[in-house]
């Protein structure tokens, strides 16, 4: 897209997947590593600059596949935790928790409660 950068995270090793992000050319953009080569997820974090003396936006796209391993997720809720330690945080992707009730905050297994708490 035209005044647009694209970023994106690839899935390794396969065809197809994987996480993008499209960022005006206006606004300054510093991608954020947070424990990425510890555990493979398929997820993107970035800074963008906020104006003088404002730390910024912390922003985070992540697809969570159905059946994704404890070891992953325990690996996305450190960046997500550490993402939102000290900043304003933009969380957005598919995650894949189909037994979820958002309405009342409920779950009908262990992993999608964990994701939840």
């Known amino acids: ?18 996480v993008s ?8 953009y510093m991608e954020l590593r947070l424990d990425m080569d510890e555990q493979p997820t398929k997820s993107l974090w970035g800074r963008i600059k906020g104006r003088a003396r404002t730390s910024g936006i912390i922003v985070g ?27 304003a945080l933009v969380f957005t992707g598919e995650f894949s928790q189909p037994d979820i009730c958002w309405q009342d905050s409920t779950a009908g297994h262990k992993q999608s409660q964990t994701f939840l708490d």
């Open 1 to 18: 897209m035209e005044a647009y950068r694209l970023l994106r995270k690839d899935r390794q090793g396969r065809f197809g997947g994987g």
């Open 21 to 28: 992000l499209y960022v005006s050319d206006q606004l300054e």
């Open 61 to 87: 796209v992540c697809y969570r596949p159905p059946g994704q391993e404890d070891r992953a997720d325990e690996a996305l809720y450190r960046q997500t935790g550490a993402a939102s330690s000290s900043q």
